[in-house]
T-cell receptor, first 112, second 115 residues
Framework: SAVISQKPSRDICQRGTSLTIQCQVDSQVTMMFWYRQQPGQSLTLIATANQGSEATYESGFVIDKFPISRPNLTFSTLTVSNMSPEDSSIYLC?????????FGSGTRLTVV | AQSVTQLGSHVSVSEGALVLLRCNYSSSVPPYLFWYVQYPNQGLQLLLKYTSAATLVKGINGFEAEFKKSETSFHLTKPSAHMSDAAEYFCAVSARMDSSYKLIFGSGTRLLVRP
């Protein structure tokens, strides 16, 4: 199955700044997704990263706060913009294969 | 829209006892169902998946789950718990929506294994 390399694995950022998270898949996947996992919680889908077009965002998430790019079938980025302490979470990317999903190891973000 | 409900945010069992983690789903179309495990400070690992083939699905580490359409359930079981099974378990469902198979997670169940 495909392997996703996600970086950075963790970061501590100042409020008001932005962080870009990258995911690289070692083979083509049909769809890519971005999730947020707040402390002690489950995974919440942020958006579907569409190749060559604008991402599709879930209710409660907007492009200005979480801009996403997917320039090709194996790479995607998520930016967390104008961060506040409430954005402290684990962010994970996921790739959909024929039947199944693979996940990056996550980015643990702390905003101070 | 599809959704998943995991009954019990915490389940505690003795080592060697049966593990039963409950998952019920809601989907307007035939679903794909998954169980993932997350160990502390680690990523997600796929335990098993149901994709409309056999209703009894066997996964890694001795876990299995049975798809019951009449009960809209996909409970996870293991005959004998090990200390190493202590982790967070997530049930997830996907169904084709808007040409993508979004994966939606349940709230998770933390499994505690007592010596």
């Amino acid at each position: 199955s495909a392997v996703i390399s996600q970086k950075p694995s963790r970061d501590i950022c100042q409020r008001g700044t932005s962080l870009t998270i990258q995911c690289q898949v070692d083979s083509q996947v049909t769809m890519m997704f971005w999730y947020r996992q707040q402390p002690g919680q489950s995974l919440t889908l942020i958006a579907t990263a569409n190749q060559g077009s604008e991402a599709t965002y879930e209710s409660g998430f907007v492009i200005d706060k979480f801009p996403i790019s997917r320039p090709n079938l194996t790479f995607s980025t998520l930016t967390v913009s104008n961060m506040s302490p409430e954005d402290s979470s684990i962010y994970l990317c996921s790739g959909q294969m024929t039947v199944g999903y693979t996940f990056g190891s996550g980015t643990r973000l702390t905003v101070v | 829209a599809q959704s998943v409900t995991q009954l019990g945010s915490h389940v505690s069992v003795s080592e060697g006892a049966l593990v039963l983690l409950r998952c019920n789903y809601s989907s307007s179309v035939p679903p794909y169902l998954f169980w993932y495990v997350q160990y502390p400070n680690q990523g997600l690992q796929l335990l098993l998946k149901y994709t409309s083939a056999a209703t009894l699905v066997k996964g890694i580490n001795g876990f299995e789950a049975e798809f019951k359409k009449s009960e809209t359930s996909f409970h996870l079981t293991k005959p004998s718990a090990h200390m190493s099974d202590a982790a967070e378990y997530f049930c997830a469902v996907s169904a084709r929506m808007d040409s993508s198979y979004k994966l939606i997670f349940g709230s998770g169940t933390r499994l505690l294994v007592r010596p």
